[in-house]
């Protein structure tokens, strides 16, 4: 954790929150807490609801209801615009890279929301593999690149909530490694976050508490020092 940084603040607070797409109900009444400076996985088997989780955050699904509190502010009647204007910054599972845009124009292209984004320089010297890139085109880029990318797109907006949707799917273990490294970077600034992830063995090591969906419900919470003790019980929730 960074100084400076209020352990105790609530960046996010869920409480009671339904999803639905169309006349699918994903979501049956989520509640967590994520404090700023925390990184906090989530979860589960495909299909637990996890994704949506963050998509309702963001007010990316047909229906939600319930309470979202970002900073202190209720968000369930906002646009996902002004939902990133909170400072969240959500990286989904396809990453979205501009295929026809160079690495540095993808970059610059998202407006910076709020202050105390990283720069170019910054961006750069986190993710070296970037700057070597930087004038290739999105689709000339790997899988593992793409997934920077993605990520370090919304470093520079200013964005201190991070949602980080399976960013290691499919991806080389050194890649991976390089990826574990920059979340313990952006967690020793301060930043927060939300990690969707399939890869428990790569999201242990990294988080402060995980939450364990189950059927669109939060079956249970772990803490880092709970590891050891719950390891069989999460076993089964996940299938291992």
């Known amino acids: 954790m960074s100084e400076g940084v209020d352990r105790d603040y609530e960046q996010l607070r869920i409480s009671g929150l339904h999803a639905f797409y169309g006349e699918s109900h994903i979501l049956h009444g989520i509640n967590m807490v994520v404090r700023r400076g925390e990184l906090v996985t989530l979860l589960g088997r495909n299909g637990a609801g996890r994704s949506t989780t963050l998509k309702a955050i963001m007010n990316m699904v047909g229906r939600r209801t319930g309470s979202i509190m970002i900073n202190g502010n209720d968000t369930l009647a906002c646009a996902p615009h002004q939902i990133a204007r909170l400072g969240v910054g959500y990286c989904p599972e396809h990453r979205g890279v501009f295929s026809s845009l160079n690495v540095q124009e993808n970059l610059l292209l998202p407006p910076v929301v709020r202050s105390g984004g990283m720069s170019l320089e910054e961006i750069y010297s986190m993710f070296p593999n970037l700057y070597e890139r930087r004038f290739s085109q999105g689709t000339k880029l790997s899988g593992g690149e793409q997934q920077m990318l993605a990520m370090a797109r919304i470093l520079r907006t200013g964005a201190n909530l991070l949602l980080l949707d399976e960013i290691t799917e499919g991806l080389a273990p050194v890649i991976v490694q390089t990826l574990a490294d920059v979340l313990m970077k952006l967690k020793a600034k301060g930043l927060t976050i939300v990690l969707v992830e399939q890869n428990f063995h790569f999201a242990a ?35 291992v």
């Open 205 to 239: 090591p990294l988080a402060d508490r995980h939450y364990v969906m189950e059927h669109g419900l939060i079956a249970e919470e772990i803490s880092s020092d709970e590891l050891a003790a719950k390891q069989s019980l999460l076993n089964d929730y996940l299938g």
